[in-house]
């Protein structure tokens, strides 16, 4: 009665016993073919990064363990509250950079290994010294996940284990092609050896036996380290926190003037015009119309009449005709987007008082409401890897706007913007001290 085919596939894992306290300089291959002479090839050890860091003196003297996280930190991917979700110097998204003040003396914190796939490679190899076999070694890690409660031990670092297992271009039991199925390997090792090493238990190594497959011997081409299966921040879907992506959004829009041919997706038009109305508005008014510039024709259309109207404002200011000529001959940022917004303001639901100062004061409300939305616009935007440039040109020929478009005339334009993706980085822009915008009372 047991439950299990005699030929269906198995593991058996369990931890060593008499590791005992590890110190700075110890040899954990050492230790580890102590605890257990009889390892065999294929075997795959977990070894607790704990105390990995402590064999190689990874214990540092710190008051202040926020300061050994600052130390620790190469990108902060959120924060909420004291707690900091970061990707410290071996490239690991984690809490606290890995740096950790439990299981260590006080006023002391651990580091996490300076390379743990060297770190594995080295008790691999000496395992094969001290007792000629050939296994697989995984230093691992508690790590908490997002979407997920609770917490799991993963693959910091490997040696001589295939570490992600790639199925793509196979099938599954139905003859479906498996497109997009890599198999973790290395982690789920880690967490098979988690379950029986525990946390508080003294147990810093466990064994798995009996998945010799995923092992690979040294020299038959070293696979990779788990430094592989790191998903780099350019691949990451979610490389920010909520809070820092609204923040990064704001910060990523920037004035774009060059862009690309591509063309730029409507619905992302569409789901940041959702944004803009979003903004704050007085009355409870809705003072935002956007009118979306789709076709070539539409966009000419528009540009040359807006020239000739600001060709006949430069007459008017007496110009003469070579430096008008020069002027309208000047690169137009909007003549080269591949897509061009015109953001109008109504004033529907606005008071009439009578009187100058408060006719004008209830019109600046409606346009600073307006401003608030078209920036909205550029933010969601941004968001959506769209560049823009939000110039004032319609602002100043709003009749021939109207007109040119067939916009009612209520419809206030307040400028145009160019969208598109941007053909380069922007320029640096030197941080601005928020102290210098500041009068606090
Ligand atoms: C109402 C308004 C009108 C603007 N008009 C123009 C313009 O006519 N031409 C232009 O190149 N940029 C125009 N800009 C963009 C600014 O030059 C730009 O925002 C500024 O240089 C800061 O750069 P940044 O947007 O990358 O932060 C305008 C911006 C605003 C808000």
Redesign the pocket.
């Known amino acids: 009665m047991s439950g299990q085919d005699a030929g269906a596939p198995a593991y058996r894992v369990w931890a060593l016993p008499g590791i005992g306290e590890v110190r700075a300089g110890d040899d954990l291959a050492k230790l580890i073919a102590a605890a257990e002479p009889g390892l065999v090839d294929g075997d795959v050890l977990l070894v607790t990064s704990k105390i990995v860091s402590k064999a190689e003196g990874r214990i540092m003297e710190a008051a202040d363990r926020e300061a050994a996280i600052d130390a620790e930190t190469v990108r902060v991917v959120a924060r909420r509250g004291t707690l900091r979700i970061v990707e410290n110097r071996q490239g690991l998204v984690m809490a606290a950079a890995g740096v950790d003040a439990s299981n260590t003396p006080a006023g002391t914190v651990l580091l996490l290994p300076q390379d743990p796939d060297a770190s594995a490679r080295a008790i691999r190899d000496g395992l094969r010294d001290t007792l000629g076999v050939e296994v697989g070694v995984v230093v691992t890690d508690t790590f908490g996940r997002p979407w997920r409660s609770g917490l799991t031990d993963v693959a910091i670092g490997a040696a001589g284990v295939r570490v992600l297992d790639d199925l793509r271009g196979g099938t599954d039991a139905y003859g479906n092609p498996l497109s997009a199925t890599v198999v973790a390997t290395a982690d789920e090792l880690a967490a098979a050896g988690d379950l029986v090493k525990g946390k508080a238990s003294g147990l810093p190594v466990a064994v798995v036996r009996g998945l010799a497959h995923v092992v690979v011997p040294a020299g038959d081409g070293e696979p990779d380290g788990a430094r592989a299966m790191v998903r780099g921040a350019a691949d990451d879907m979610f490389r920010l926190g909520t809070s820092e992506a609204v923040r990064e959004a704001l910060n990523l829009?920037?004035?774009?003037?060059e862009f690309t041919d591509d063309p730029v997706d409507p619905g992302a038009v569409r789901r940041a015009v959702a944004a803009a109305v979003t903004a704050p508005a007085p009355h409870h008014t809705t003072p935002w119309r956007f009118v979306l510039l789709e076709s070539a024709e539409s966009r000419t259309r528009l540009l040359d009449a807006m020239r000739d109207a600001w060709i006949a404002d430069l007459r008017r200011d007496g110009r003469d005709e070579e430096s008008i000529a020069r002027r309208v001959r000047r690169g137009d940022?909007l003549r080269e987007a591949p897509y061009l917004v015109v953001p109008c303001l109504v004033t529907e639901g606005s008071h009439h008082y009578g009187d100058e100062r408060r006719d004008t004061a209830e019109r600046e409300m409606f346009v600073v409401a307006a401003?608030a939305g078209?920036q909205n616009f550029l933010v969601a935007l941004a968001g959506e890897r769209l560049g823009s440039?939000?110039?004032?040109?319609t602002?100043f020929c709003r009749d021939v706007v109207r007109e040119v478009l067939g916009l009612p005339a209520g419809w206030d334009p307040?400028?145009a913007v160019a969208v598109g993706r941007a053909a380069g980085e922007?320029?640096e822009?030197a941080p601005r001290d928020p102290e210098d915008f500041l009068t606090v009372r």
């Not at 829009?253 to 003037?257: D, E, I, K, P």
């Not at 440039?389 to 040109?393: C, D, E, G, T």
């Open positions: 829009r920037r004035t774009v003037r940022v401003g078209v440039a939000w110039v004032s040109s602002m307040l400028g922007p320029k822009r």
